[in-house]
C-alpha cells in the first residue's frame, strides 16, 4: 500500500483491520520493573538469559534485553501520585505497547476513558505518552521501535556490550498476568477491549500449566494477557490489582527449563505445579519475581 | 458526656442486622464529618452515604477525612455527586472530565465503590442521547482502574433526562458494566412516574437506591421540585408519600433487587437539630422499612423449617 494512500481509499479487508486493531499495535516494546534493590533484580534477569545493556543518561534506570525483548528496571523515585515508588520487593511497574502512532494512541485512549500520566521528562529525553493501568502501572505507548530505539535517545550503551544479544533458547514475550479483585473481570475485559482492542478467547483455549481466569489476545495476535480472579470464597474487601508476572514464550520447554537451570534458575515443582512440556513456573525471586514459561512456536 | 459530643449524653444503639442495606446521608447532619460519622455509627447504622464537601471541607485535609471514615468502620454506600456531566463538547466536556477525575480520586480515597452522577439541567448540554451515553461511558471507563460503579440518577428538573425511565435509557445505551442506575423516591415521586416501569429495570443495574419522603402530596413547579428537593425532604415514614414509598421498596424487593438503600433527606431542620437526634429518626425509619414493610424481623417459614433441621 502506498504511503499517501488515505483512510477514504482503503479496501474493506484493510478497514476491518483498523477496526480490529485500532491502534495498530504490534507487540511488546518494554515491561519495566521498579524496585530500590536494581542489582539485585539484575542479577535474576541475568540468570533468566537477560543481558545488562544500557544505562538511562539522567536516572537510576537499566535496560536489559535478550532477543525482540527488553526489560526496564527503574530504581527512581518519581514521587508522583498514583505511581509505584521503588520498594525492596520488585514489582511491574509498566508494560510499553508498540504502536504504529503513538500520539494517535494515546488520544484515542483518552477519549474512551483513560487516565493521563503526567510526563516528566528532561532535557532532550522523549516524551514518551503514558496512561494509567491496573494498580499503580502505567501503560506506554511507543512507535519508534523500527528504524531507530527510544533507547537511542535516553540511554547509554555499557562499554564493549553486543547491544543485541539473541534470545536463550528462543524466548519471546508470551504475556502479563494480572490479577484482579472478586467480581472484575467483566469490567476489566472491558478496559482491555475498549481501549485496546483486545479479543477474548474461548475458555477452552489455554495455554501454559496456570489455565486460570479469562486470556485476552492483543490485536496484533503477539501476546496475552491473563486476568486472574480471587479463589472462590476468599473475600477480599480490599484486593490488590496488579500485573503480577510475565509469560515467556519457547519453542520447546524442558529445553529452556533445562539451560535455565544451568544458569541457577529453580523451578516450582509440587503435584500440582511442575514443569512440562506445555509450561513451567519458576520459583519467586526478592519476594515475588517469577517467570512463567509457556509452549509456543514462535520465536 | 461524650466528647464528640460536648453537653449532649451519646446514645449508642445496637446494629439490628435487618437495617444493614439502609444507611443515612451526610447532608441530612449538621456539623463536621467526625462528628456525623459517629453519630450515624451510634444511630446503629452500618454505612454511610458521603458528599465531597464532607472530605474537601475536613479541617485537616482529604487524608485525614479518608482516614477517619476508614476508621469509623461505616462502609461508604456511595460518594456524591458528579453533576451536568453529560452532553457537553469542547472545553466544557474536558472541564468536567477534570472535575469527574477529582470527585473519582476522593471517592477511591474514602474507600466508596459508587459515585453518584445526576441528570444534567445544563442549557449548554446537548439532548442528543448517544452522545450522552458516549459520555457516561466514557466516565464509566474512567471509574474502572479505581473499582468504582457509576450510578446515573435522572434528577426530576434534569433538562433532558428527568425520570428514571429515561436514565435507564440512557444507561442501557452506554452499555457499560460498571455504569448503572441511581433510584431516587424523591425525583420518582415529584415527576409522578409510574411505579409499573420498575418491573422493566434489570435489578442487577441498580448500583444506588435514594429514599425520602416529603410533606406536600404534589410539586407543580420546577422551581418548587428544587426547593422541596433541596430544603424539605424528611425520612422515609415521615411525609405524607409513606405508602408509595413502601410500594416501591416492596416492587424493588420483588424485581430482585438486593443492594444499599440510603436516605437521601436534604432538610433545613435537621441542620439545626443535634445530630444523635436526626440520627434517631433516621433510624426510626429504617426500623419501620425493615420491620412493617419489608417484614424482615418475623422469621420467614423456610428459616425456622432450616432452624428445627438443624436442631
Known amino acids: ?121 528532561e532535557v532532550m529525553e522523549l516524551n514518551i505518552p503514558a496512561i494509567h493501568g491496573v494498580g499503580a502501572s502505567r ?94 470464597g476468599i473475600f477480599d474487601p480490599e484486593p490488590v490489582e496488579l500485573f503480577q508476572r510475565v509469560g515467556l514464550g519457547t519453542p520447546d520447554v524442558l529445553n529452556t527449563v533445562a539451560a535455565l537451570r544451568q544458569r541457577g534458575v529453580g523451578f516450582v515443582e509440587s503435584q500440582g505445579v511442575h514443569s512440562e512440556a506445555r509450561g513451567a513456573l519458576t520459583q519467586s525471586y526478592l519476594g515475588g519475581v517469577m517467570f512463567e514459561l509457556v509452549h509456543d512456536e514462535r520465536s | 458526656m461524650s466528647a464528640r459530643n460536648p453537653g449532649m449524653a451519646t446514645v449508642v444503639n445496637a446494629t439490628l442486622p435487618y437495617i444493614l442495606d439502609f444507611g443515612m446521608d451526610t447532608i441530612s447532619l449538621a456539623g463536621t464529618l467526625p462528628a456525623k460519622l459517629a453519630a450515624v455509627r451510634d444511630a446503629g447504622f452500618s454505612q454511610i452515604m458521603l458528599s465531597a464537601r464532607d472530605v474537601v471541607g475536613h479541617s485537616d485535609g482529604i487524608d485525614s477525612a479518608a482516614h477517619a471514615v476508614r476508621a469509623s468502620g461505616l462502609r461508604v454506600t456511595g460518594f456524591q455527586v458528579l453533576r451536568d456531566f453529560e452532553g457537553l463538547s469542547g472545553h466544557l466536556h474536558e472541564y468536567k472530565v477534570d472535575v469527574a477525575k477529582s470527585m473519582l480520586e476522593m471517592c477511591h480515597a474514602v ?103 416529603f410533606m406536600w402530596q404534589e410539586v407543580r413547579t420546577l422551581e418548587e421540585r428544587i426547593a422541596t428537593a433541596r430544603h424539605f425532604r424528611v425520612f422515609p415514614g415521615e411525609g405524607v408519600h409513606s405508602s408509595a414509598l413502601a410500594d416501591l421498596v416492596l416492587r424493588l424487593e420483588r424485581i430482585g433487587y438486593r443492594g444499599d438503600y ?42 425456622m423449617r432450616l432452624q428445627r433441621t438443624g436442631a
Open chain 1, 139 to 232: 501503560i506506554y505507548f511507543v512507535d519508534r521501535y523500527r528504524e531507530f530505539s527510544i533507547y537511542d535517545v535516553d540511554f547509554t550503551l555499557n562499554p564493549g556490550v553486543d547491544a543485541h544479544p539473541p534470545a536463550l533458547t528462543g524466548l519471546h514475550w508470551f504475556g502479563i498476568v494480572q490479577y484482579i479483585g472478586s467480581d472484575r473481570l467483566v469490567e476489566w475485559t472491558e478496559f482491555y477491549t475498549e481501549l485496546f482492542g483486545f479479543n477474548v478467547l474461548p475458555d477452552e483455549q489455554r495455554y501454559g500449566i496456570l489455565p486460570k481466569g479469562r486470556i485476552l489476545e492483543s490485536p496484533c495476535r503477539s501476546f496475552y494477557l491473563q486476568l486472574i480472579d480471587p479463589k472462590p
Open chain 2, 262 to 303: 440510603s436516605f437521601e433527606v436534604f432538610n433545613d431542620d435537621y441542620q439545626q437539630m443535634p445530630l444523635p437526634t436526626v440520627a434517631a429518626r433516621a433510624r426510626q425509619s429504617a426500623i419501620w422499612l425493615a420491620e412493617d414493610v419489608l417484614r424482615r424481623a418475623v422469621p420467614l417459614p423456610s428459616q
Open chain 2, 111 to 213: 474507600g466508596g465503590k459508587v459515585l453518584l452522577v445526576c441528570s444534567s439541567t445544563s442549557t449548554h448540554a446537548t439532548d442528543d442521547a448517544d452522545a450522552m451515553a458516549r459520555d457516561l461511558r466514557k466516565l464509566a471507563m474512567l471509574a474502572l482502574p479505581l473499582g468504582i460503579k457509576v450510578a446515573y440518577e435522572g434528577l426530576s428538573w434534569g433538562r433532558t433526562i428527568n425520570e428514571f425511565t429515561t436514565a435507564w435509557d440512557i444507561v442501557r445505551r452506554a452499555n457499560a458494566t460498571n455504569l448503572g442506575l441511581g433510584v431516587d423516591s424523591y425525583h420518582i415521586f415529584a415527576a409522578k412516574t409510574g411505579l409499573d416501569e420498575l418491573d422493566f429495570l434489570d435489578p442487577d443495574k441498580i448500583f444506588l437506591v435514594q429514599l425520602a419522603d
Open chain 1, 1 to 121: 500500500m502506498a504511503k499517501e494512500q488515505d483512510m477514504t481509499q482503503l479496501s474493506d479487508r484493510e478497514l476491518t483491520a483498523v477496526a480490529s486493531n485500532p491502534l495498530a499495535m504490534d507487540g511488546i516494546e518494554f515491561i519495566e520493573y521498579s524496585t530500590s534493590k536494581p542489582q539485585a533484580l539484575g542479577q535474576v534477569l541475568e540468570m533468566m538469559g537477560f543481558h545488562p545493556i544500557a544505562r538511562h543518561r539522567s536516572r537510576e534506570v537499566l535496560l536489559y534485553r535478550q532477543g525482540d525483548m527488553n526489560v526496564i528496571v527503574n530504581a527512581h523515585a518519581g514521587g508522583q501520585p498514583r505511581a509505584v515508588e521503588p520498594a525492596e520487593i520488585p514489582v511491574i511497574a509498566a508494560m510499553a505497547l508498540r504502536v504504529r502512532d503513538a500520539a494517535a494512541a494515546y488520544r484515542y485512549a483518552i477519549d474512551r476513558g483513560a487516565w493521563i500520566v503526567p510526563s516528566q521528562v
